[in-house]
């Protein structure tokens, strides 16, 4: 199992990003993945859980501004943030298990500027 994130980048407050997590190994429509994100000394936290259903949970801080989607054609998951904040900034990471072993992506630097 691989998977690549992509998207991250520079954006005003108030702006958007995508981000992409690209996967090889597993298939995003029929698993779970998440999408955490971790600051400098801060532990990761998680920031978004798609169930192998397609149901999503998100952090309080997100609900309402970013969005979890799949695209099976691409096997690609997405988290599409809107109306930034100077608090997002982190570096984002893509995650899902497959036979009870963890796969991270590299991650992907989000930096909210004012």
């Known amino acids: 199992v691989q998977l690549v994130e992509s998207g991250g980048g520079l954006a005003q407050a108030g702006g958007s990003l995508r981000l992409s997590c690209a996967a090889s190994g597993i298939t995003v429509n029929n698993n779970a993945f998440r999408w955490y994100r971790q600051t400098p000394g801060s532990e990761r936290e998680l920031v978004v859980h798609?169930?192998?259903?397609?149901?999503?949970n998100y952090q309080d801080s997100v609900k309402g501004r970013f969005t979890i989607s799949r695209d099976s054609a691409k096997n690609t998951l997405y988290l599409q943030m809107n109306t930034l904040k100077l608090e997002d900034t982190a570096v984002y990471y893509c995650n899902t298990w497959l036979d009870s072993k963890l796969y991270w992506g590299q991650g992907t630097q989000v930096t909210v500027s004012s």
């Open positions: 798609i169930s192998s259903g397609g149901t999503a």
